[in-house]
């Protein structure tokens, strides 16, 4: 049985509830997302068959015909507190007329270029100006303690917090805004939709969660492979099923298969994809890129590198707590040896993904080198399709955007699948063999994609 990404976060969600700790939105959207995928038969995705990108394309999640149930009533103390949201005053606190010359004088650095009062960025520009200079304190000595110079008087939310937390403040009120829905476009109708199971699962939450049945049908759904390709994407489960061993490697359209229904819930692995801004040219005729980075492990590049020795007791402690979560709630015995040794692999294995197939922040920040963009052609021919399957891949990555799967499937032209480490990828995909240097295995790669998408201490 093969433990997806929502598997884990399920079980993990069942762990957080059972040591009383709050949920994340974040993890509460990736169960929703499952609750949702679980609960449709219309998502069916039809590209399997590497037609040239032109199959059927009855990848629909949202079903029409669900009717908003109008008494699912809005929770305001379960969602947001309205008290960490942003405060419009933060921005306004300073003075203007006592700030500008003061500090012009003190800064000591040349006038900028002013900026008119007709631009539409003018009031921004200015906002951000008054959060700047509200923050500074120039008394400080910048040669002895900078940060405070530059900080001393910051107060209240980081710029990115506040305008994270008004967009969320605003989304909120969008989506519990009835008259707004109706005349939504759908892709908007469909985060209303999603909003309210999620509010359903918030406000039945023991019952959603209890018998661990959302754990095992996903088992048992990931189990049991991609219709019509069977044969390639069945994998046992052998952190639970302790007697059944893996001895070969997942094909092209078994890896394809499994890291391509992780991503779909929200879980990267192996390769991590999603579509973001075409960095180079937003405003061009391509304002937007799929981006194939490197893989998502269980906590960021550095940690391995600054602080391994408490992220390894913190893996082993939460990946064996899980496991015994969720053994106990298919009524099965681990043995703890075996038990230890697959954690052990599997942390192993983490660590050998985020320090010799990742790359490390500080070369990561030359943003240049990242850009290498390819049309789907392209991204075969040079991105061994032979060991991974970029036709299985994107279809399940890309989940419920079916106008996001006909841009890159059917438009031989698109040029913007942007492999962000492209010697790290063909490295790593190469590597998934039995002549490989790092100790990995079918059976412990097989595990990678249960134990990948955990992310205990994130
Ligand atoms: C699919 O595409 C091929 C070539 O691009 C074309 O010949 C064929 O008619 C298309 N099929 C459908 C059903 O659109
Ligand atoms: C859509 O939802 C309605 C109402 O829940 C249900 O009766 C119908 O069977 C669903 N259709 C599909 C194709 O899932
Ligand atoms: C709508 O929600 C209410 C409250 O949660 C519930 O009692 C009712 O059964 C639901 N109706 C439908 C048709 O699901
Ligand atoms: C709303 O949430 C609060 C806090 O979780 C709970 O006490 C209250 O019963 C909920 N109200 C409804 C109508 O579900
Ligand atoms: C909302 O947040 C504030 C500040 O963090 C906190 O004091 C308050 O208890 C929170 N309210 C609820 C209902 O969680
Ligand atoms: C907003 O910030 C101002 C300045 O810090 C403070 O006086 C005011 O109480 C805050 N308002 C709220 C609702 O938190
Ligand atoms: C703002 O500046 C004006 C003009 O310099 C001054 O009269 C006023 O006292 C200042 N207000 C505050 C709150 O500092
Ligand atoms: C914009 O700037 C002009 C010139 O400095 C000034 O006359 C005008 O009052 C300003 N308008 C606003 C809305 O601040
Ligand atoms: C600003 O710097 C001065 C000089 O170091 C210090 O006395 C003062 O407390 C600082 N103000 C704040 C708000 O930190
Ligand atoms: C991992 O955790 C288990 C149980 O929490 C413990 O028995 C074991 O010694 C730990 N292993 C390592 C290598 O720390």
Redesign the pocket.
Known sequence: MLPMSSVWKIISLFLDKVAGIVLTAGVLGVVIAILVNEGSSTNNNNYYNNNGGNGTNTNTIYNETFVYNQTVVYNN?NTV?S??TFNNTVVQLVNQTVFVDVASKVLNVATPAKMTNDSSKYSSYQQVVQLFKASVNLSADPCNDFYAYTCGNFKGDMSFDISDNSNINDMVTKLTDDAYISTAPLPVKQTRWYFDQCIYARQNWDATINNGQYVTDAINKLEAGAPGFEKDTQFPFPMLDQNTDVTTWPSNFGLGYLSGSLTAQGVDTIISSGVDTNWKDPAGPEGFAYLLDQPTTFAPNTYYLKDWDSLKVNLNDSITRTMLVLARSQNKKLDPTILQKDVNDIITLDYTLATVFSTDDTTRRQYDRSYNPNTLAQLMSQYHNELFSWHMYLPLAVGTAEQVLDKLLTDPTYNYFVVMEPAKLNFLLTSLNDQNKYGITPKISCQLFSITVLRPIQ
């Open positions: 103390t507190n008290t960490t």
